[in-house]
């Protein structure tokens, strides 16, 4: 499945992390631990903000997580199927891509999905899992074409157009993508090594020149970027100083300020400044895609 068990993640730790007991495998367990994961643990690019090329080991995905962080798609999809392994869930990650708005449909590998096969209940369906879309899917969605709608947001699965024997997972038009197509084989997390470097140093990344968090609920969407604070559905609102920033950080996306130094904290406030007025300034803001 190409899921090492040397990727290992403290299962109670991490369970803790998302406040659920431990249950054996079932459907009703994994809907819990995918809508836990995309409510508790946030998309966010705070460590390529700070200039820094992460680990895509998932165990050091897991430490961060654990340590009130989150990540994007690779840190996010990467952990979590590391936690649903070590729980005994039979897991697939794939090489994906995701596309942005004026972006062609591909495997760019600028996205890791997951798929979930084998359980007891829908023992012929697979099920596709992601918890690192952002403002994607609060539950899993059957590996099957239909139309799906969590929330104010509808989806649709359908057979990829891109890929032979591959998945096209639709976006509804409020999202911050257009959509996501994946593979049948199997990934393993070297595969994501040279554009993981390039979505975190690349000035024309998204992640590079936009600070984003999001964290997806059964309701809605929650997200800033740069010094906008917005909800979906609902309104937008600036944040105009740092406390009031930092606060929406903590309160809103659960990242606890105390996990960075005055420094970078006073870094990442100004960055957002000048991205927030590079946007209002006709600049075009560049939405990450993983």
Known sequence: MGISSSEHVDVPAYLARLALEHEPPSLG????????????????????????????????SFGRIAAGRGGYCYHLNGAFSALLTALGYRVTRHPGGVQGHGEEAGIHLNHLPLTVSGL???????????????????????????????????????????????????????????????????AVMPDFAEKHVELSTSGSSGFV??????????????????????????GKTVLESPAEWWTAIEDVFGVPRGGFTGEEQDRLWRQAVSQHESHVGGGREVLPSA
């Open 209 to 234: 020149r936009t600070l984003v968090l999001q964290r997806r609920d059964a309701a809605g969407v929650d997200s800033l970027r740069a010094l906008t604070l917005s909800r979906l559905p609902g």
């Open 120 to 186: 007891a209940e829908t023992p012929e369906t697979s099920w596709f899992v992601d918890v690192g879309l952002g403002d994607g899917i609060h539950e899993p969605l059957p590996l099957r074409e239909g139309e799906y709608k969590q929330g104010p947001l509808a989806f649709r699965v359908r057979e990829s157009e891109v890929t032979p024997g591959g998945w096209r997972f639709d976006h509804d038009r409020q999202g911050s993508f257009v959509g996501m197509d994946f593979a049948p084989e199997t």
């Open 29 to 60: 367990a994994l809907f819990r631990l995918h809508a836990a994961h995309v409510e508790r643990v946030p998309y966010e690019d705070l460590e390529v903000q700070l200039g820094r090329v992460t680990s895509l080991d998932p165990s050091v």
